[in-house]
């Protein structure tokens, strides 16, 4: 079964630090999916990024960026320059496509950047 | 509309009633999902839809939940006879395809449900 841990439960920064969430996942099936999703206080889940097990090219969007590695079954996500408008929980979740198509999401990190 | 649409937003029920949540997805997202979020369960999945085929239900807690979806559109979550163990915030999410294939899921923002 597939199973995904982000094991930093809360992390406090101060404005224009960066940060690295970490997340990490578990599966049998050698083709599937990742997922970063960001929850304001709002309680939207916002979808970030997707990431298919066979492209492991890092991505970066503006602050944003994305290391990963299939070696450490890690993807992990960097905010450079944190604002505090990033406080948020973030999700770290995963797709398989062998038949079971919902995502099973991490615990989730608590970013906490303050002024 | 624009994005996926829940409602009500917030519903107070008494323990042993029954309640209904509804859903509205994203225009043309044939996958539709019920999600529930809860302090120290995190994000549980409850049960999808796939265009016309059967729901998945493995995620349903027990039977007092069932959802069914008409029309291939709005889609209505039900709690039988509710606990206070019931009381989450649930999202409902929609995506062109299933997420398998790499469609991304686009979430409401949820309904809280509190049962006294």
């Known amino acids: 079964a597939q199973k995904v841990t982000q094991a930093q439960t809360e992390i406090s920064v101060v404005e224009k630090e960066d940060v690295t969430l970490d997340c990490v996942y578990e599966?049998?099936?050698?083709?599937?999916?990742l997922f970063w999703y960001k929850q304001p206080p709002s309680g939207e889940l916002v979808f970030l990024i997707r990431?298919?097990?066979?492209?492991?090219q890092n991505e970066i969007s503006g602050r944003y960026s994305w290391n990963f590695q299939k070696s450490t079954s890690s993807f992990n996500f960097t905010i450079t320059a944190s604002q505090v408008v990033d406080s948020a929980v973030y999700f770290c979740?995963?797709?398989?496509?062998?038949?079971?198509?919902?995502?099973?999401f991490g615990k989730g990190t608590m970013l906490l950047v303050s002024p | 509309g624009a994005g996926v649409s829940q409602s009500p937003s917030n519903k107070v029920t008494e323990k042993g009633k029954d309640v209904e949540l509804r859903c509205d997805p994203i225009?043309?997202?044939?996958?539709l999902y019920w999600y529930r979020q809860s302090l120290g369960q995190g994000l549980e999945f409850l049960i999808y839809?796939?265009?016309?085929?059967?729901?998945?239900k493995s995620g349903l807690p027990s039977d007092r939940f069932s959802a069914e979806r008409t029309g291939g559109s709005v889609s209505t979550l039900t709690i039988q006879r509710t606990q206070q163990e019931d009381s989450a915030v649930y999202l409902c999410?929609?995506?062109?395809?299933?997420?398998?294939?790499?469609?991304?899921?686009?979430f409401g923002q949820g309904t809280r449900l509190t049962v006294v």
């Open positions: 999410a929609s995506s062109l395809r299933g997420t398998g294939v790499g469609t991304e899921a686009f």
């Open positions: 599966t049998r099936d050698t083709t599937y999916y």
């Open positions: 990431r298919n097990s066979f492209d492991e």
């Open positions: 979740a995963l797709s398989e496509t062998s038949g079971y198509s919902t995502l099973t």
């Open positions: 225009s043309g997202h044939t996958a």
């Open positions: 839809f796939q265009g016309n085929s059967a729901p998945d």
